[in-house]
């Protein structure tokens, strides 16, 4: 019996077994010499470069020509440019449009399909998609390494403190503890990097950015001995977070007197006549993807639940 289990796996390992390729933050746009602008478009809206203080990118853009599509089939995310004239555009049942397919090339796979008979209605198309393909793959992305950070398991009693105290509820992972807490404020951190996660509330306020970053600088410096924002480096948008407007920013804190800093990501938004900030940070020279490690943290946020 044993005999027959190791058999059965070196098969399943050996040549003609499938697996995913590529991480949650990579992805393959497949296109032909008259789908070119199309794929230069959507490469140009996709790759987001934040700084960490380092450079990096949201996203790893694999730009390959359909005869080399072969090779890049398994990867987990696909952005595929099809047009009559290619090798698959069989995909598109001879129909005209944006489609989102999964488990086409292999068990996992989430696929992207713009599909066009001209490469002017292509270009159209993928102009008219691109911010909901963004939304989409980072949506994933951050939702998948989230699961993995979830990996550890749940400390339910740091989740039960959020709930209490701030009348939500957001999944936090064994490991982490209770820095600083007062009765607006609870700050957890986390070593090896490190990390923080700060939830603040007060009365309900405008979402006024240059009001949002005075308000961090001012709960920063007393909780972490003088942190404050490096105000040009800031990325801030609108979103949709459990259904609430918010304002989201990106950006990089610091600290002359330690000579420290590194990324954050907060959320500020307004519920039921209070204002809420949720702020995420780190601290890890050493790392090369503190972006990912800010994306982990961003993960478990993007799941709130209201109570």
Same mark, same amino acid.
């Given at each position: 019996?044993?005999?027959?289990?190791?058999?059965?796996?070196?098969?399943?390992? /050996? =040549? /003609?077994?499938?697996?995913?390729?590529?991480?949650?933050?990579?992805?393959?746009?497949?296109?032909?010499?008259?789908? =070119?602008?199309?794929?230069?478009?959507?490469? @140009?809206?996709?790759?987001?470069?934040?700084?960490?203080?380092?450079?990096?990118?949201?996203?790893?853009?694999?730009?390959?020509?359909?005869?080399?599509?072969?090779?890049?089939?398994?990867?987990?995310? =696909?952005?595929?440019?099809?047009?009559? #004239?290619?090798?698959?555009?069989? $995909?598109?049942?001879?129909?005209?449009?944006?489609?989102?397919?999964?488990?086409?090339?292999?068990?996992?796979?989430?696929?992207?399909?713009?599909?066009?008979?001209?490469?002017?209605?292509?270009?159209?198309?993928?102009?008219?998609?691109?911010?909901?393909?963004?939304?989409?793959?980072?949506? =994933?992305?951050?939702?998948?390494?989230?699961?993995?950070?979830? $990996?550890?398991?749940?400390?339910?009693?740091?989740?039960?403190?959020?709930?209490?105290?701030?009348?939500?509820?957001?999944?936090?992972? @064994?490991?982490? #503890?209770?820095?600083?807490?007062?009765?607006?404020?609870?700050?957890?951190?986390?070593?090896?990097?490190?990390?923080?996660?700060?939830?603040?509330?007060?009365?309900?306020?405008?979402?006024?950015?240059?009001?949002?970053?005075?308000?961090?600088?001012?709960?920063?410096?007393?909780?972490?001995?003088?942190?404050?924002?490096?105000?040009?480096?800031?990325?801030?948008?609108?979103?949709?977070?459990?259904?609430?407007?918010?304002?989201?920013?990106?950006?990089?804190? @610091?600290?002359?007197?330690?000579?420290? /800093?590194?990324?954050?990501?907060?959320?500020?938004?307004?519920?039921?006549?209070?204002?809420?900030?949720?702020?995420?940070?780190?601290?890890?020279?050493?790392?090369?993807?503190? $972006?990912?490690?800010?994306?982990?943290?961003?993960?478990?946020?993007?799941?709130? @639940?209201?109570?």
């Amino acid at each position: 019996m044993r005999g027959a289990l190791i058999l059965f796996f070196l098969i399943s390992c /050996g =040549k /003609g077994a499938e697996f995913l390729k590529g991480t949650s933050r990579e992805v393959v746009l497949a296109y032909s010499e008259d789908s =070119k602008y199309s794929a230069g478009a959507i490469y @140009k809206f996709l790759l987001r470069v934040f700084n960490t203080p380092q450079s990096e990118t949201l996203f790893k853009i694999h730009p390959i020509k359909w005869e080399n599509f072969k090779n890049y089939e398994a990867y987990r995310n =696909k952005v595929l440019l099809l047009l009559p #004239n290619d090798s698959l555009w069989e $995909l598109c049942n001879d129909e005209e449009g944006f489609f989102v397919r999964r488990d086409i090339f292999i068990k996992g796979d989430l696929n992207f399909l713009f599909c066009s008979y001209d490469s002017r209605g292509l270009l159209k198309l993928v102009s008219d998609n691109l911010q909901i393909l963004f939304d989409s793959i980072f949506s =994933k992305a951050v939702r998948e390494i989230s699961n993995v950070e979830m $990996l550890v398991g749940e400390d339910r009693s740091l989740k039960r403190k959020i709930s209490e105290k701030f009348n939500f509820e957001i999944n936090i992972p @064994k490991g982490w #503890n209770v820095l600083f807490e007062t009765r607006e404020i609870l700050v957890i951190n986390k070593h090896n990097p490190d990390r923080f996660i700060m939830f603040f509330v007060g009365e309900e306020r405008d979402l006024n950015l240059e009001d949002i970053l005075n308000l961090r600088d001012s709960l920063t410096a007393r909780i972490y001995q003088g942190d404050l924002v490096v105000r040009d480096y800031v990325y801030s948008f609108s979103e949709n977070l459990g259904g609430i407007s918010a304002l989201k920013v990106y950006g990089i804190w @610091k600290n002359d007197s330690l000579v420290v /800093g590194g990324p954050f990501l907060l959320y500020a938004f307004n519920k039921d006549g209070k204002f809420y900030l949720i702020d995420v940070g780190v601290f890890a020279p050493e790392s090369n993807d503190k $972006l990912g490690l800010i994306l982990r943290m961003e993960g478990l946020i993007r799941q709130i @639940k209201w109570k």
